[in-house]
């Protein structure tokens, strides 16, 4: 690598590691890498910048994104494509695609994420 382009990476990571916070609230990648989400009825959870995040793949031109934590009591929670509901394990709670509460104890809906599904790419808002 030449000095000039040393310099120019160094000057590019300088100013991405200076970019607040809110400056950085997108995110995109190609759903063939997550193989869970190639298939219709597929979910995964990942960690993105500190969050988990629940994909789940709801049909052929769409994932929906949302927090994958249960505002009940905090536990992880999993998806059921035969009720299309998101559920958490430790109490019961159940929770519709669009973040609201299906069933209970929980009292306060799951956050949701502006998600879309184009050209093979899942594009996620923060």
């Known amino acids: 690598m030449t000095r000039r382009a040393f310099a120019a990476a160094a000057s ?13 609230r997108k995110l995109a990648f190609r759903i063939s890498r997550v193989k ?3 298939r ?9 910048k500190g969050r988990k995040i629940l994909f789940v793949r709801d049909s052929a031109e769409s994932v929906r994104a949302l927090d994958a934590i249960c505002t009940h009591k905090h536990w992880l929670v999993s998806y059921e494509h035969k009720s299309r ?10 929770y519709a695609l669009d973040g609201s509460i299906k069933k209970g104890p929980s009292e ?19």
């Open 40 to 48: 219709v009825g597929g979910f995964v959870i990942l960690n993105i």
């Open 85 to 94: 509901h998101v559920v958490c394990p430790k109490h019961g709670s159940r």
């Open 12 to 24: 590019a990571a300088v100013f991405l590691a200076a970019l607040p916070e809110a400056e950085a």
């Open 108 to 126: 306060k809906p799951l956050g949701v994420y502006r998600c879309r599904l184009v050209k093979g790419r899942v594009l996620l808002d923060l």
């Open 36 to 38: 869970k989400l190639t």
